[in-house]
Nanobody
């Protein structure tokens, strides 16, 4: 079964940047749509961004457009989420997800990572 592992979370100051990574150790991610979701305390899980298997298509939630960038390096079997101009509202647990057929920001992904905490402090 595909197992996803996120890394790169942490504590960052308002306006700062972080880069999250998501990789799989035993399976290639080449043929999967990859996505990032987040869930803040007391809030529903939110789709942040997704990227097609080829990398040619990307989608972003309105709340992160212009600040976050998703990209993938299939040679490294890794998907990234570059987060710039971080706001307090970006504080959440961020999850990586993968699916062999679905593309979009709804939670219809078959595989999920354990999550990594991002905290934006003022």
């Amino acid at each position: 079964q595909l197992q996803l592992v996120e890394s790169g979370g942490g504590l960052v100051q308002l306006g700062g940047s972080l880069r999250l990574s998501c990789t799989a150790s035993r399976f290639s991610l080449d043929f999967y749509t990859m996505a990032w979701f987040r869930q803040a305390p007391g809030k529903e899980r939110e789709g942040v961004s997704c990227i097609s298997s080829s990398g040619s298509s990307r989608a972003y939630a309105d709340s992160v457009k212009g600040r976050f960038t998703i990209f993938r390096d299939n040679a490294k079997n890794t998907v990234y989420l570059q987060m710039n101009s971080l706001e307090a509202e970006d504080t959440a647990v961020y999850y990586c997800a993968a699916d062999a057929s679905y593309y979009g920001l709804a939670g219809l992904y078959d595989y999920w990572g354990q999550g990594t905490q991002v905290t934006v402090s003022s």
